[in-house]
């Protein structure tokens, strides 16, 4: 099992790798501000595509700086600051991603914990009346929202890794026309369409 992850990591950073340089080189006949623009961008997707593995790897808690984290990991979906001083960064590896990681940063600027945040237990924690952004602050960016205004409902929906029988799962909350909670529902994921 560790042979082929290790395998598949080393696929991936060669393809990575063969994919920058083939972008190096597109940029050399563009001015430098141009070229700043495009490595800059093609970072970005690079992060949004990059191996959970690659995502996390070498981040420890009481070390890794939070410079050291936007590099490693990006820009995040969302950037939140408390009055303590200390951060919260919201990655979301949707909306056909299983997991979103919530990375806290201590009020000195270093690495206080990631976090994967669709799992059972936080579901778990949705309550009725809670607003989208209580809703949001829990569980992140949504996968996919859908409006139904002749109901009227909005859902959220989270596609996250629920094992049992069919590995994979939808979570999904329903907001009322005030957009606060009022259930939630899981649905299959349904595959070939």
Request: net charge positive; hydrophobic share 35%.
């Amino acid at each position: 099992m560790a042979r082929v992850r290790t395998g598949k990591l080393a696929v991936s950073l060669k393809l990575l790798t063969v994919a920058m340089l083939t972008a190096c080189f597109a940029l050399t006949a563009c001015d430098q501000q141009q070229s700043d623009a495009a490595v800059q961008k093609l970072k970005e997707f690079f992060n949004a595509v990059k191996p959970d593995a690659l995502l996390l790897k070498d981040m420890t808690p009481g070390v890794t700086t939070e410079a050291q984290i936007r590099d490693q990991m990006g820009k995040p979906e969302t950037e939140r600051t408390f009055t303590d001083g200390s951060k919260r960064f919201e990655y979301p590896r949707g909306p056909q991603g299983l997991n979103t990681y919530m990375v806290d940063i201590d009020r000195d600027g270093k690495l206080q914990a990631i976090t994967q945040v669709l799992t059972a237990a936080n579901f778990g924690k949705i309550r009725l009346g809670m607003s989208e952004d209580e809703v949001r602050r829990l569980l992140g960016k949504p996968g996919q929202i859908a409006v139904f205004p002749l109901k009227p409902e909005t859902v959220w929906s989270w596609k996250w890794r629920e094992g049992g029988v069919t590995e994979e799962g939808i979570f999904n909350v329903h907001f009322d026309q005030y957009q606060k909670v009022y259930t939630t529902s899981r649905s299959d994921v349904i595959r070939g369409r």
